[in-house]
């Protein structure tokens, strides 16, 4: 048998492998995706149903298609998702990266939870939502990001940045792989507690928020309002009261307003100038905003606009 001949069976038996386990391994992730819906819809009492699930062997991405959830009362789903999508996720340590991604989902019109309260423009819309949470073991820092899209109505992103979050981390992934049913209630305070001390101890280090029009937002917030029993002008005068009562920073009181006006766009950034902790900055902010302009300036960075 020459080199070539080699080479070539080989790769066919590399290639019936490959098939082999990840057929195995797809067979094995739509057992795990059947157990935990069986679980949603025993805590939930809704219906889940999808048509396929798969993993890719060399990403570990999991991809389900065509997820339809209803509840017991409604014969038809009350909303559809065309494809729920996982890549990054590691069961045993907290990844460097971790994504979360619903694409083409739509709500039943027709269904109770809908059909009364919720504006036509949301009702017509087809959503994609996205999140991303990543961190960096040797800083301690992470960032979570969310972003929602309502085809020609919307786009909202949204992103915090924090750090020392290395303990918060370790002790999440310990929390999961504990069995809460086999869990004390001194084990469930002592948990607790460690919970409780990681999230006081993370740092802020930014958080940024955008409002983008992508056709209808205009009308959206007219239907919302109008079910309010308001005019625009009511809505308007409403934002700008609930603002002076807030204390919030000039700035940012002026770009909420401008976007109440031109329903078109809103951008809000906050960085911190200093890494402190949630605890000693939820100390100093309130009494900042409502009586110390200069120390608010030295907290936090501000920047907004509207329109």
Do not use: W
């Amino acid at each position: 048998m020459n080199k070539t001949t080699v080479i070539l069976v080989a790769a066919a038996l590399a290639g019936a492998g490959y098939v082999g386990v990840n057929y195995y391994v797809n067979d094995q992730i739509e057992q795990a995706i059947t157990q935990k819906i069986a679980g949603f819809e025993a805590d939930t009492g809704l219906d889940v149903d999808f048509a396929s699930s798969s993993v890719d062997l060399l990403t570990r991405d999991v991809e389900i298609t065509q997820l339809q959830i209803s509840s017991l009362a409604q014969s038809a789903p009350e909303l559809t998702i065309d494809k729920l999508s996982i890549a990054g996720y590691e069961q045993d340590k907290i990844s460097p990266l971790t994504e979360l991604e619903f694409v083409g989902i739509k709500l039943n019109s027709k269904a109770d939870v809908f059909s009364q309260g919720t504006s036509p423009e949301l009702l017509a819309a087809t959503y994609h939502v996205k999140t991303s949470f990543s961190f960096d073991e040797a800083s301690g820092d992470s960032e979570f990001a969310l972003m929602v899209l309502a085809d020609e109505v919307a786009q909202g992103d949204f992103t915090i940045s924090l750090g020392n979050s290395k303990k918060l981390m370790e002790v999440s992934l310990a929390a999961s792989k504990l069995d809460s049913q086999t869990l004390s209630l001194e084990q469930e305070l002592q948990l607790q507690s460690q919970l409780m001390a990681a999230m006081q101890s993370l740092q802020f280090k930014s958080l940024a928020l955008t409002i983008n029009n992508q056709g209808k937002l205009s009308e959206f917030i007219e239907s919302e309002v109008a079910q309010q029993e308001m005019t625009l002008a009511d809505f308007r005068a409403a934002v700008a009261q609930q603002l002076q009562m807030m204390f919030l920073p000039q700035e940012v009181q002026q770009a909420i307003n401008d976007f109440a006006l031109g329903m078109n766009a809103l951008s809000l950034s906050i960085t911190s100038t200093h890494n402190q902790n949630f605890m000693a900055l939820s100390q100093q902010l309130p009494v900042a905003m409502s009586q110390d302009p200069e120390l608010l300036a030295e907290l936090i960075k501000v920047e907004a606009s509207g329109k």
